[in-house]
């Protein structure tokens, strides 16, 4: 089984580049970590994406 990774931040909207910091959570899901730190820390802890 192929793991679906995205390959840009949906918090930012930005794609990923070389040399950025990336977070993956437990569901498989990508993003800046300075993007979804601010977000769990200030928002929820869950993802931002699908919840878990």
Not at 8 to 25: A, H, N, R
Request: hydrophobic fraction near 30%; charge should be negative; proline fraction near 2%.
């Amino acid at each position: 089984d192929e793991m679906f990774l995205n390959t840009s931040c949906c918090i930012c909207l930005d794609d990923f580049e070389t040399g950025d910091f990336v977070w993956q959570l437990q569901c498989c899901h990508n993003f800046h970590s300075h993007c979804v730190y601010k977000w769990l820390r200030e928002k929820r802890n869950r993802c931002p994406l699908c919840s878990q």
